[in-house]
């Protein structure tokens, strides 16, 4: 079950620094999405993509219309990902902490990357890293690399638009599409 404790910013600093959510993935974990870091809504459910007008959940469920999403909310987000897993999707972020203030990646500072390789044990199955925009994706060859050395197969990294809000530059069939293309070249559409 996912992780519901309140985020941690650190008093030492101006800026708030903050504690990122801990991974969604299973030992059936297939693709993973990485994000870059937690929006504040995100953070202060504790919930990935909690921000109701983030595209994330609306694509998944529109990629897997015969398997009915569970409803948002705290009542609802294990039974979400539980729901992820069975598609054989994880979820995590690049950075473990960093500091920011609002939710714009251009805002994040002195970030600190996650242990890939500590995840990699727990997701034998995995072959790709689906990056949700251009922030995370930054970080695709140290993923990669550090992925690679705690076991050498290969995993491919994609770049996705972003399905957060400040992406309108793509519509939401566009990324529906693209979203799409990455599951199915994994045979995760049934």
Same mark, same amino acid.
């Given at each position: 079950?996912?992780?519901?404790?309140?985020?941690?910013?650190?008093?030492?600093?101006?800026?708030?620094?903050?504690?990122?959510?801990?991974?969604?993935?299973?030992?059936?974990?297939?693709?993973?999405?990485?994000?870059?870091?937690? *929006?504040?809504?995100? %953070?202060?459910?504790?919930?990935?993509?909690?921000?109701?007008? &983030?595209?994330?959940?609306?694509?998944?469920?529109?990629?897997?219309?015969?398997?009915?999403?569970?409803?948002?909310?705290?009542?609802?987000?294990?039974?979400?990902?539980?729901?992820?897993?069975?598609?054989?999707?994880? %979820?995590?972020?690049?950075?473990?902490?960093?500091?920011?203030?609002?939710?714009?990646?251009?805002?994040?500072? &002195?970030?600190?990357?996650?242990?890939?390789?500590?995840?990699? *044990?727990?997701?034998?199955?995995?072959?790709? %890293?689906?990056? &949700?925009?251009?922030?995370?994706?930054?970080?695709?060859?140290?993923?990669?690399?550090?992925?690679?050395?705690?076991?050498?197969?290969?995993?491919?990294?994609?770049?996705?638009?972003?399905?957060?809000?400040?992406?309108?530059?793509?519509?939401?069939?566009?990324?529906?599409?693209?979203?799409?293309?990455?599951?199915?070249?994994?045979?995760? %559409?049934?």
């Amino acid at each position: 079950m996912p992780d519901v404790q309140a985020p941690h910013p650190a008093p030492t600093s101006a800026t708030p620094r903050w504690q990122g959510l801990p991974p969604v993935a299973s030992a059936e974990t297939v693709v993973l999405v990485l994000g870059s870091f937690p *929006g504040a809504a995100s %953070l202060r459910l504790r919930q990935y993509y909690a921000h109701p007008q &983030n595209h994330f959940w609306k694509i998944l469920q529109a990629l897997w219309p015969q398997h009915p999403l569970p409803p948002a909310g705290a009542d609802h987000y294990a039974q979400r990902c539980d729901w992820l897993l069975a598609r054989r999707l994880g %979820l995590w972020d690049v950075y473990e902490s960093c500091e920011r203030e609002g939710s714009l990646d251009t805002a994040i500072r &002195n970030a600190r990357v996650n242990d890939f390789a500590r995840l990699h *044990g727990q997701c034998p199955r995995l072959a790709a %890293l689906a990056h &949700n925009g251009a922030e995370s994706f930054r970080h695709a060859p140290a993923a990669l690399a550090s992925l690679e050395s705690a076991h050498p197969t290969r995993i491919d990294a994609v770049r996705l638009p972003s399905t957060s809000p400040a992406n309108a530059s793509w519509s939401f069939d566009r990324k529906l599409a693209a979203w799409g293309e990455l599951m199915s070249a994994h045979v995760l %559409l049934d």
